[in-house]
């Protein structure tokens, strides 16, 4: 009890649902995002409801020098983080290669990547000086295949299963398990952001079969985090029963 745990992206889907099942564990939180006001709102429900503390933090993990200051200067009482839950991530248009925007691409890397590796190499740090900790990246069947127009974002989440690896050989010799949780199809802003703010488009992702809710990763998570210290789950997929692949999914329509 009062572990501490580190989520990014926090402010909507898996995250926040994370937030809310690792609360309902005991934890204490540091709950990171841009957007202040969803922080702050998850913040206070988590307190009232779960009773647990929560530092809010509101940054962009693609800037470095934002990532080093907040989490490179946490308080000494929310320094010693036990599990970091590397969830910020977003997927932007569904374009062919040759029709690709550039924009598009550099805010998927430098999320997707950067901000992942920059949150990372600041925690492991901490956990190498504590002795201890777990790292579980949100990965995604994108990283597992690829799927027509998808490459981008394909390759993002395909680097953050080889980082994810690559992490698990470079630390578990400091006792630190890193897991990876790959999910299919969930219904969140995803889609949303996906668009570009098109509702009606981002509904239609999930129209004519039912894709998991960000509920059903958080029960994941929990399952990954709370296995016996010598256990690491290292890398689960995890699908919605009418999807069999990235690119297959039984739609009733
Ligand atoms: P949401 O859009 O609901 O949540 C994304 C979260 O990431 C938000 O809290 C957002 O916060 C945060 N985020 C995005 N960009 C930044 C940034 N530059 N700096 C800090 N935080 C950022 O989508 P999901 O919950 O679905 O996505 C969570 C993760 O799950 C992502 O990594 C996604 O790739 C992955 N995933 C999602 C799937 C799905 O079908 N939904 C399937 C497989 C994987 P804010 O906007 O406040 O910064
Ligand atoms: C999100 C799942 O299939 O939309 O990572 O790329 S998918």
Request: include cysteine; charged fraction near 20%; aromatic fraction near 6%.
């Amino acid at each position: 009890m009062g572990k501490i745990a580190l989520i990014t992206g926090a402010s909507s889907g898996i995250g926040e649902a994370v937030a809310c099942s690792l609360a309902n564990e005991g934890y204490k939180l540091i709950i990171t995002g841009r957007r202040v006001s969803q922080l702050s709102k998850l913040a206070k429900k988590i307190e009232t409801e779960y009773k647990t503390k929560v530092l809010t933090l509101s940054f962009d993990v693609r800037e470095l020098s934002q990532v080093e200051h907040y989490i490179g200067n946490l308080p000494p009482q929310w320094a010693e983080i036990d599990l970091l839950v590397n969830n910020a991530g977003l997927a932007v248009g569904l374009n062919p290669i040759h029709q690709g925007v550039i924009d598009d691409w550099e805010r998927m890397i430098d999320t997707n990547v950067k901000g992942l590796l920059y949150v990372s190499k600041i925690v492991a740090n901490i956990m190498i000086k504590r002795g201890s900790g777990h790292i579980i990246n949100i990965g995604s069947i994108a990283g597992k295949d690829v799927y027509p127009n998808g490459n981008v974002y394909c390759a993002t989440k395909h680097a953050v299963d080889a980082i994810s690896r690559g992490m698990m050989m470079d630390l578990h010799k400091f006792n630190i398990r890193v897991s990876q949780v790959c999910p299919g199809a969930v219904e969140t802003e995803f889609s949303l952001v996906r668009f570009k703010g098109d509702a009606s488009r981002a509904s239609d992702v999930y129209k004519g079969f039912q894709p998991l809710v960000a509920q059903d990763i958080a029960n994941v998570v929990v399952f990954v985090a709370s296995a016996p210290p010598h256990v690491n789950v290292s890398d689960v997929v995890v699908m919605p029963t009418a999807q069999a692949s990235v690119s297959i999914t039984d739609k009733k329509l």
